[in-house]
């Protein structure tokens, strides 16, 4: 029998991996890294939650270290792990002290004759890879969202009482400011190099500001030209978005971009090349002049609402 | 100090397409190059040896074709690149390359500072870096968002989720790098013919302690079974003409699809 591992913190909505878990394991256990002692609230959908807190949990290695004796008490074989930057640490550390197979940022796993596969993006989004899991340990991680709010039973935090792991010492530990954070806005307006001098970024503005949307970008318009900060970027090095609209202006559609966007609702993209690449993962695909669209687009907009 | 940057040899991703015809990923025909964040390691490296008079060493898991990574690396400031390749080399996974990483930082070390990119533009594991510090039991931190060299010890600032830290981070330590870290510098086609290649060291997996047969894909811990296209294109309406015609078809197709506020 197959024992799967899911493993959280308090403010994760860890759904996805209990699926992802569900399709390849018989049982699943959930283990919540909390900060503190006190309390954790039950994962749903599982056969039992366990909740760990302590000092030692601060870094990386005492997580994984934490993990590793979590896996071997349960009899986990399966270990399912949050895409967070946090975990990806974690998961790196924990896939050497189980000697385990790890495929990280799966879209769904499954079980075959040989073992089991997990299918994952690489190549910067363009192909979808099926890699074989050939050790006893499997590591799986997914993506996931914050959670808005947890209701449920709660459990006690066990204190973790590992030593704390040498040679990292945390000076100082400031919250970024996420405002204009694009992963949860609900329509986004994103221009690319076709729009041709920064002066004109503030009629893109316009635009956003019509359709009541946050301001977003590619690449070349942070790195190369400056005229926006890396919050803005979307795609690969950049956010990952998802909104009921997603507006490209002057945006070619390389695949880094389309990764970050392509799971939006409803996808405009203004270009006045008709092979432009951002068509092909479009709903609507206008093709002109974004100097002549976007300020009558503009003013129509203002046109309906008045 | 002795700093030892790993650096991946990767096809261009911006090249990588599918044959509409016979659906299969042509991935020999892309060409090929140092992977885009391993740069702002080397960089940073560059930088520290700039400043503290550092040895620089280039090491990469990779196909002897990556002797023209190394060459780029090495005129980026680097003083000398080991490769490590062997019959694996097209199909390596991150832990035999961790596996190897290890083996050659301990036969051509030691090493105070190993440094690497976040991820490799191809794979996006995200593991080699991690699996490295786990195998030489040294302290490590991803993110980098910046580095200073402080005697025995290097200050990290880096960024996960929502929060910015700074460590003190004891050596040896392995860090990899975000993009955001520094500006690498341009080298050009001149400078990259001008290096030596006897600046560059071509190694087999035994010369560094290890056995070929631990790398073959049956024995790796993942191997790529399949592989397809990602997509599959939306089913899109096209508007083109006159501008005041497209911008009032465009506003009744936002309006139908329910997305105007
Ligand atoms: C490792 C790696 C990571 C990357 N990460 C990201 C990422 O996170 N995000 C990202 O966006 N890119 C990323 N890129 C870069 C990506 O490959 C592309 O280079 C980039 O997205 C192109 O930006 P663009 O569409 O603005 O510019 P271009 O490709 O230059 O496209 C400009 C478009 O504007 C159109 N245009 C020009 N004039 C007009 C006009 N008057 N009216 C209408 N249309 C016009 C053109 O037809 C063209 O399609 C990454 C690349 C690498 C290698």
């Avoid at chain 1, 006893?136 to 459990?155: K, P, Y």
């Avoid at chain 2, 191809?122 to 402080?150: N, Q």
Wanted: charged share 20%; with cysteine.
């Amino acid at each position: 029998m197959s024992r799967a591992l899911v493993v959280t913190q308090p403010d994760l909505d860890a759904s996805r991996l209990v699926g992802l878990a569900r399709s390849i394991a018989e049982e699943v256990h959930a283990i919540v890294v909390a900060d503190a002692a006190g309390t954790a609230i039950e994962e749903p959908n599982t056969d039992g939650t366990t909740a760990i807190g302590g000092p030692a949990l601060e870094t990386a290695e005492g997580v994984a270290d934490a993990l590793a004796a979590a896996a071997a008490e349960q009899g986990a074989d399966i270990i399912v792990l949050p895409a967070t930057h946090r975990f990806r640490e974690i998961t790196a550390l924990l896939t050497a002290r189980l000697d385990g197979a790890c495929a990280p940022e799966t879209i769904s796993a499954s079980r075959s004759s040989e073992g089991i596969t997990a299918d994952r993006l690489a190549y910067g989004g363009v192909a979808i890879v099926t890699v074989l899991l050939q050790r006893a340990h499997v590591l799986l991680t997914a993506a996931v969202d914050i959670r808005a709010t947890a209701s449920g039973s709660e459990v006690a935090v066990k204190p973790c009482l590992l030593p704390m792991p040498a040679g990292k010492e945390l000076m100082s530990r400031v919250a970024l400011d996420q405002t204009g954070d694009l992963s949860s806005a609900e329509r986004i307006v994103s221009f690319g190099r076709g729009v041709r001098s920064r002066e004109d970024v503030a009629m893109i503005g316009r635009l956003s500001e019509a359709l009541g949307a946050d301001l977003g970008c590619s690449r070349p318009i942070v790195e190369d030209l400056r005229w926006l900060e890396l919050p803005h970027q979307v795609g690969l090095t950049g956010t990952t978005v998802k909104p009921a609209l997603y507006f490209a202006v002057g945006i070619s559609g390389q695949i880094q971009h389309l990764v970050g966007m392509r799971d939006s609702k409803y996808i405009v993209a203004i270009n006045n090349n008709p092979n432009a690449p951002i068509f092909e993962a479009s709903d609507l695909a206008v093709v002109g002049d974004l100097y002549e669209i976007v300020p009558r687009l503009v003013e129509a907009l203002a046109a309906r609402t008045a | 100090m002795r700093i030892l940057v790993c650096v991946k040899h990767v096809p261009d991703t911006t090249e990588i397409r599918f044959d509409p015809v016979t659906k299969e990923l042509r991935l020999r025909q892309a060409p090929t190059k140092i992977n885009n964040y391993d740069e702002h390691a080397l960089e940073a490296a560059v930088r520290l040896r700039e400043q503290l008079g550092a040895e620089v060493v280039i090491a990469c898991i990779g196909p002897e074709e990556a002797g023209k990574t190394m060459k780029t690396a090495v005129a980026a400031g680097a003083d000398r690149a080991v490769l490590v390749t062997g019959p694996w080399a097209g199909e390596i996974d991150p832990a035999g390359t961790a596996a190897l990483l290890a083996g050659l930082a301990r036969t051509q070390g030691p090493f105070d500072l190993i440094l690497s990119g976040d991820v490799s533009e191809d794979g996006y594991h995200s593991l080699v870096p991690g699996i490295l510090a786990a195998a030489l039991d040294s302290p490590f931190l991803r993110g980098v968002t910046g580095l200073t060299a402080d005697g025995a010890s290097v200050l990290v600032d880096r960024q996960t989720d929502g929060v910015e830290e700074t460590y003190r981070v004891r050596l040896p330590a392995v860090l990899s790098v975000s993009s955001s870290l520094n500006e690498p510098r341009t080298v050009t086609t001149l400078q990259v013919m001008k290096v030596s290649m006897s600046k560059v060291a071509t190694l087999n997996a035994s010369d560094v302690g290890l056995d070929d047969a631990l790398f073959q894909p049956q024995a790796a811990a993942t191997r790529i079974v399949g592989i397809r296209p990602a997509a599959q294109p939306r089913r899109q309406e096209v508007l083109t003409g006159e501008p005041d015609d497209v911008v009032q078809k465009l506003i009744s197709n936002l309006e139908n699809a329910g997305v105007l506020s």
